[in-house]
């Protein structure tokens, strides 16, 4: 009691707690959120996303909350659970890389006018088709597809994805096994009735005959880190991102072979197609295409797509 009245009461005074407060906030400011923050945002650099958007939920509960949001099926709840991804190695260019000259085609205005109005009218006729004809396609083509998905950009140029092409009949019926089951409880409990109400006009249910029709199927892996020789994990920035414009560049090459697809994300079967698949933890679904000509019969939507207006704002 002795000690407490003389060396603790003395300092209890207002300005005193007022002070220590300030020095507390100051540390606070400057040591403990920047250290924070530089976590997050190498984490977010690795993923593309947000900085500080993972809660500390639950696995279940950040995955139904995904559901409501993105209907994404690369979600937290799907496969992404990325273990371990410190000590990342930086992508790992050789040492000297050369810069060569770079000459593309050059077109006169007119030209390139008439090109890229073309190139519209060309890609505003492709549409999302969900019935399909079970006529082959080459393989070659398919192979031209996916070697044109592979021009797209990436992050640092890991090239973070992995294109996984399934034309075998019982392998086909496996994914679409998985896929119907998980899709079942989709539409009746997890994606809720807002969501379901929303997709009426489409006209879509866990019945998913194209997996089995379509002469193929395209499942697009993200890679979330590369894996070198000896083992060390290769850091894949903008992972994401990249594996998307690469499905993007594919639409557009499936629909100039004169091709059909559908850009199908089945929610919560990441993981089952990954392991059906044989494709290392390292390696998420973010796309499925089924690919092949539509059937004799095939109705879409008759949907309008926005005005230019309406997407583009010039300054
Ligand atoms: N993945 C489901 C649900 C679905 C979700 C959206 I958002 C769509 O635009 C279409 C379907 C399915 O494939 O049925």
């Excluded at 109005?117 to 019935?131: A, H, I, T």
């Excluded at 044109?148 to 990436?154: A, D, E, H, N």
Aim: aromatic content about 8%.
């Amino acid at each position: 009691m002795g000690l407490v009245s003389r060396y603790v009461v003395p300092f209890l005074n207002e300005h005193y707690i007022e002070a220590m407060l300030s020095l507390l906030v100051v540390i606070f400011i400057n040591f403990i959120v920047p250290k924070n923050n530089k976590k997050k945002g190498e984490e977010a650099m690795q993923n593309g996303s947000v900085p500080g958007h993972k809660s500390s939920s639950t696995k279940e509960e950040r995955a139904s909350k995904n559901v409501i949001k993105s209907g994404g099926v690369g979600d937290v709840a799907d496969d992404d659970e990325d273990e371990g991804l410190d000590n990342l190695v930086d992508p790992l260019w050789p040492e000297d890389l050369k810069h060569v000259p770079f000459r593309p085609p050059r077109y006169t205005q007119e030209e390139s006018l008439q090109r890229s109005r073309d190139y519209f009218e060309l890609l505003n006729k492709r549409r999302s088709v969900r019935f399909f004809s079970s006529e082959p396609v080459p393989r070659e083509v398919i192979d031209n597809i996916v070697r044109t998905g592979g021009t797209s950009p990436s992050g640092a140029h890991t090239e973070p994805w992995t294109f996984v092409v399934v034309g075998d009949i019982d392998m086909k019926h496996e994914v679409r096994r998985i896929v119907e089951a998980e899709e079942e409880v989709n539409y009746t409990k997890r994606m809720g009735s807002q969501w379901v109400n929303d997709l009426k006009a489409l006209k879509t249910n866990w019945v998913k005959e194209y997996l089995t029709e379509a002469p193929w199927l395209i499942l697009i892996f993200k890679q979330t880190y590369g894996i070198l020789p000896d083992g060390r994990k290769r850091n894949h920035y903008y992972h994401e991102i990249s594996t998307a414009l690469a499905g993007g560049i594919m639409l557009s090459a499936i629909h100039y072979a004169g091709l059909v697809t559908l850009t199908s994300t089945p929610l919560n079967c990441g993981p089952q197609l990954r392991t059906l698949l044989g494709r290392p933890s390292n390696e998420k679904l973010l796309l499925l295409l089924p690919v092949g000509y539509p059937s004799l019969d095939a109705t879409v939507p008759d949907l309008q797509r926005k005005d230019l207006e309406d997407i583009m704002v010039v300054f």
